[in-house]
């Protein structure tokens, strides 16, 4: 069997493919971000996760240095155990913080992790010791109201 | 009245399990159709590359379009720089796989069946049989993966194009920056979980829409008018199931 013209397109075709799939993968997604080939998960009970979701960014400084791997509730404590799968080549201190944020006005919600001074650092299965839950707004807007209401026979 | 529509639904039901039938015996002669590679190649060359023209320009004025579209709507909340993650999440996770399944159904899928048809017509498929070769081996199974071959390719080529014309309209034309554009899209575009579920749903695509082509050419009535009616029917029956799975398959897999 010789080789023909038609090999030759196919081949051409073939390629064009991988490129096509290689280009949505490498500057359409982040391979390098998306996976973090080595991770240890850590454990952080908060008592409200606001709208948080499975795979929402860990971040450090605006850093991202891990994803947000399970959600569950703990029916004994009363609150939410959110896993957060970190990228092994960080470490941070033991008495990290961490806390509940949300990027811009109508952004996804993401973990902010706050660095403590601790010499010793996370391991894998620890839990934050301390965290600050997510903002829910029915609840600022209560407390504003609350305190107005406070402030308003003194005037 | 009654009897007609009855008549139509055992019809139905029959085709339905010929079909299965049908492709049972595709998968079990796809071996010996292998041995003869050239065959198979000889079908990616005419479903896939020459579809490719029609694919990429069709990719880039979707893409365009989506610019000019999400550009429109997105600077009213003042996030135009979220055009990118619009266009790229839009292509990837639907247009892509479907628009590039339609326009193959039509482009590619409906070449196939009235091929098969033709054959039929021509009794070269009977002939094959008397010779002891096997039509479904010889005939049937190269155009079959052919077209499976080729749909997951040219998705990713259309969701490429479609996101440089996103490129083109926003960056180039629009004036949104490039930084952003390619940031915001990268920090939102994930890979398995929205570029390999848009790989997997233009492969399953693929094999729907070369399974009703190739069954509806084998199934025809050998006739002019039958070849014509099939053709019909696999433009319209692929168009149905490329919808119909992709309801589907987004509910399956875009769910949280």
Redesign the interface.
Known sequence: ?SR?T??L??G???L??C???L???L?????S???FAENYTVEANFSNIGGL???APVKVAGVVVGRVSDIRYDNERFEAVVSLTLDSRYSFPRDTIGEILTSGLLGEQYVGLEPGGDERSLKAGDSLKITQSAVVLEKLIGQFLFNKAADAPQQ | MIRKLGAMVIDGVWRLGFASRFLFLLLRYSGQSFLRLHLTLREIYFSGVLSLLIILVSGLFVGLVLGLQGYETLQRYGSSEALGVLVALSLTRELGPVVAGLLFASRAGSAVTAEIGLMKVTEQLKAMDMMAVNPIARVAAPRFWGGVISMPILAALFSAMGILGGWLIGVAFIGVDDGAFWSQMQAAVDIRYDILNGVIKSFVFGVAVSLIAVFEGYDCVPTAEGVSRAITRTVVSSALAILALDFVLTSFMFRG
Do not use: E, Q, T, Y
Request: without cysteine.
């Open positions: 069997m023909s038609i090999d397109w196919v051409i075709f073939v064009m493919g490129a096509a799939i280009f949505l993968a500057k359409v997604g982040n391979l971000a998306s996976s979701k499975v795979r």
